[in-house]
Structure formats: C-alpha cells, structure tokens
C-alpha cells in the first residue's frame, strides 16, 4: 500500500512555467533516467519508476498481486503558483488514473493535491474521485506548516466527506539544511516529521473532529509510537502548551489511524503492532526505492506470527482503510 511511481516522461514545467524547481527527466542509458531539478541532480531512478510491467515482474517474485502507487513527494511542488501546482498535480493523476484503468488486477491509485490552496484542493480531490483514485497522498508539512493549520481542515473533512482515503508521507524535512550529511535527513528528519504529523493532526483536533477520516502514516508512524510516552507525559505535564486546542490524551488516539510496516526490524514491528493493533498495521514497501522494504514483506514471514495476522498485514487493513473491502482479490 505504500509505493511510488511517476510518468515515463514529463512536460518541462520549469520552462512553461518560468522559474525553476519542478523535476524533469533525463533518459541517459537504456531503463535509466536521472531526475533533474533544473540542473540540479536529485535522484538515478531505473525503469522499475514508471514501468508499470517491469514492476509486475519484481512483485511477481514476492507473491504480490497489488500495488497502491502515488507519485513521489519530490513531485508534491507545493513550492510553486499553486495554479502551477494544480497542473502538475492534475497531469500525474491523470497518469495514475489511466495506469489503472489499464491495469485493474494490479493498481490502484492515490493522488496528490495543490496543498497549499484550499479551494484547488477540493476540487481536485473531487476530480480524483471522479477518475477512479480512492485517495490522495500529501506531505507531513505544506511549506513548514503544521497540518493543523485551519487551512487545511476543509481538506480533510472533504477527504472524509467523499470518502477518500489519507496517506501522509514525510517530506521538506525539518532541518535539512543543517543535516545534509551521511543521508541524515531521510534517517532522521523522515521519522521526526512522521510524528510530527501524527502530533499535529492530534493536537490539533483534526482526528477528533473527524472521526471518519481514514488516515495511514507511512514508516510506521516514524518516531511517533516509538516517543509516545514521551509525548503523553508532555500533554499531562504541561497541558498549557500542549492540550490547548485538544483536551484529549494522544494515547486514546492508537488504534484510530493506520501505519505501514516498513520498520526492518521485527522486534520493532512486534512493538508497532501491540500499540498500534493489528487492525491497523498494512503492508508497506516504499517501493522501488532502496530504503524501503525490497523483499516485500519476506521479514515478516520470519516472525512466526499467526495466519490471521499476516492476512491482515497483507492486504485486510489495507482494504479496510482504502474502503475496497468488495474488492476481489485474484489467486494464480
């Protein structure tokens, strides 16, 4: 439920736009691509990052049948115009909306949304609907603001309201100027900004107001289950800062939104699966990218768990928080 894909080629935003930040592609070999930021090298992706047949292939070897796919969060351009933002977001999920058309048996889609505009927002959520997505990936902040800022409440209750499903995935990490060495901002500002998400959404009252809102926090919640005695103790001690737009303790929110397992280690999984309950906890790869869990899931099969919670890891939770759960699922 939690991998990355983007089109074989994209439009020249920078240049139809006028100012720089937007990725390009540059094919430099057979299967392999750069992704560019102007001149700027981001990323070497292989052909795994958009070909939709070159990735059945690699699941085939896992025993996996499905793929939720998003773009990825380096294509969100909550930077730009958010007219800007709006095309590219309407021209990837468009690009997602016709790989699963052409491939029901295998994709199922998430979008992604001009954060920073609320009115944009809704409206392309609405058109995601429309299209055949059943949710929408956004970032853990939108240009460094909280999502507990009122902005973005009447995104989430649309969200909630349509039906459409939340994956919140750590981007703009906090710090990373300052952290640039040894990959430190993807080791640690990725789990910081996890919970830092995860807290804001708390104590902000998003998840209280709304209850319905089906929402999954990738990595495993990042550091957030991990520190939640931490962040308890700090609601209860000093409620002046924390509990000021929500009088209820963090803790009574485990259990009310989802986490992948991507944590390759299984004494942590354990952990995430007692405070997070195994309802709660879906298969997440991060897919194709090498930090995330390759092997799709083979360390779970380690663990010596019961069948009923491994089916549930599988592909129950996730169906369960996508709302698919008529969906059939094909053996062979």
């Known amino acids: ?17 006028g100012y720089e930040g937007f990725i390009h592609l540059e094919h430099h070999l057979p299967g392999r691509a750069r992704m560019m930021q102007g001149t700027k090298f981001f990323r070497e992706i292989e052909a795994n990052c958009w070909d939709p047949v070159a990735r059945e292939v690699d699941y085939a070897a896992h025993h996996t049948q499905m793929q939720v796919v998003c773009t990825i969060p380096v ?9 800007h933002t709006l095309e590219v977001a309407r021209f990837l999920n468009d690009h997602l909306a016709q790989l699963v058309h052409d491939h029901p048996r295998t994709y199922i889609g998430l979008g992604t949304l001009p954060m920073q505009d609320t009115e944009l927002s809704i409206r392309e959520l609405q058109r995601c609907k429309e299209i ?7 970032g853990s902040n939108i240009n460094d603001k909280n999502l507990s800022e009122p902005e973005f409440f009447p995104i ?32 640690v500002g990725m789990p910081a900004e996890t919970s830092r998400a995860i807290c804001s959404m708390i104590f902000g009252g998003v998840l209280e107001r709304l209850p319905g809102l089906r929402v999954n926090f990738a990595h495993a919640g990042g550091s957030f289950l991990p520190t939640i005695g931490r962040i308890e103790h700090g609601f209860h001690c000093r409620p002046d800062l924390v509990a000021i737009d929500n009088p209820v303790n963090p803790r009574d929110y485990l259990g009310k939104f989802w986490v992948d397992c991507i944590t390759h280690d299984p004494l942590m999984l354990r952990y995430i699966l007692d405070l997070a309950g195994e309802d709660k906890v879906t298969l997440g790869s ?15 099969e380690e663990m010596g768990l019961p069948d009923e919670t491994k089916e549930k890891i599988y592909f129950r939770n996730t169906m369960e928080w996508l709302n698919l759960v008529n969906l059939p699922i094909h053996s062979g």
């Open 75 to 83: 294509l969100f351009a909550y930077f730009a115009q958010p007219k």
């Open 286 to 300: 991060d897919y194709p990218f090498p930090l995330g869990d390759l092997e799709i899931g083979a360390f779970i």
């Open 132 to 138: 055949g997505l059943v949710g929408v990936q956004i």
């Open 1 to 17: 439920m939690h991998t990355h894909i983007m089109p074989e080629h994209m439009p020249r935003f920078s240049e139809q736009f």
């Open 156 to 187: 989430f209750q649309a969200m909630q309201d349509l039906g459409m499903a939340l994956f919140v995935h750590p981007w703009n990490m906090m710090g990373q100027q300052h952290m640039s060495k040894y990959w430190l901002p993807w080791l």
